[in-house]
């Protein structure tokens, strides 16, 4: 069983940053990649960004610019750094994980609201 514990979601002004941590756990054979997408009311899941197991990162066309990918292997954990936050990046954020194997991996999500 893989586990995905998020942190660092809540409630930052217009303008502001924020940084989400994922950790994953458990038996996990190989990550293909980790990353985060994000759910908005009303609105499909849509990816935020992810890291593949080469460190290459992508960005979803929404935060390029603004957002930064980074992982620590040691650690097994994912860091998303967000700034100049604007009211339309209120969601749930969901981490994910890729394994080679065993397939695709999600949290429980983290709430993060923008107010303006």
């Known amino acids: 069983q893989v586990r995905l514990e998020e942190s660092g979601g809540g409630l930052v002004q217009a303008g502001g940053s924020l940084r989400l941590s994922c950790a994953a756990s458990g038996s996990i054979y190989s990550i293909d990649d980790m990353g985060w997408y994000r759910q908005a009311p009303g609105k499909q899941r849509e990816l935020v960004a992810l890291i593949n197991k080469h460190d290459i990162p992508t960005y979803g066309d929404s935060v390029k610019g603004r957002a930064t990918i980074s992982r620590d292997i040691t650690k097994g954990t994912v860091y998303l750094q967000m700034d100049i936050l604007r009211p339309e990046d209120t969601a749930v954020y969901y981490c994910?994980?890729?394994?080679?194997?065993?397939?695709?991996?999600w949290g429980q999500g983290t709430q993060v609201t923008v107010s303006s």
């Open positions: 994910t994980l890729r394994d080679t194997w065993k397939g695709d991996y």
